[in-house]
C-alpha cells in the first residue's frame, strides 16, 4: 500500500508538472500470456539471421515465467515479438551459479558488443518492418 501510494504521487505530479491531462492509473496484479506472433517470429529471425548471422540466431523453447510484454501488443492491436540477445560473458552462462535472469540485480550484461548488437538488431527490424511492401 505504501509503495503503491508514493507511486501514484509521483505519477500525479509528473503529469501536474508537465502540464499533461491526469493519468488513468490502473493496477495490476496479473500479466496475460505473452505470445509470440508466429509470422512476426518467422519473419524477425530471417531478418536478424541476415544481420546478424543465421548461427547467432534462433528460437528458444516457451517457458513459464512472468513477464509483461505481453500488455503492449494487447494494448494497442498489433502482433508481438519479445527476443532476447545474448551479453552475459562465457564464464557466467557456463559457470556453476545460475544465469540471472532479465529482471534479476544480479544480470549484468558485459556493454559492448550487447549494446552494438541490439542496436544493429532494433534497427534493422524496424527498418525492415518500415519498407514499403507489394
Do not use: C
Not at 491531462?21 to 539471421?49: H, K, M, Q
Not at 556453476?96 to 535472469?101: K, M, N, Y
Amino acid at each position: 500500500d505504501h509503495v503503491l501510494a508514493a507511486l501514484r504521487r509521483v505519477i500525479l505530479a509528473e503529469a501536474t508538472a508537465s502540464a499533461a491531462p491526469e493519468p488513468t492509473i490502473d493496477e495490476l496484479y496479473r500479466f496475460p500470456l505473452l505470445v509470440n506472433d508466429e509470422a512476426l517470429t518467422a519473419e524477425a529471425v530471417s531478418v536478424l539471421g541476415e544481420v546478424l548471422g543465421p548461427d547467432k540466431v534462433g528460437q528458444i523453447p516457451p517457458s513459464m515465467g512472468s513477464e509483461d510484454f505481453g500488455h503492449l501488443p494487447q494494448a494497442i492491436d498489433v502482433p508481438g515479438v519479445f527476443w532476447f540477445f545474448g551479453g552475459l560473458t562465457d564464464e557466467v552462462v557456463d559457470g556453476d551459479e545460475p544465469v540471472p535472469s532479465i529482471h534479476s540485480s544480479l544480470f549484468a550484461p558485459v556493454i559492448e558488443p550487447t549494446l552494438s548488437t541490439g542496436v544493429r538488431a532494433a534497427y534493422a527490424m524496424l527498418s525492415h518492418r518500415l519498407q514499403p511492401r507489394a
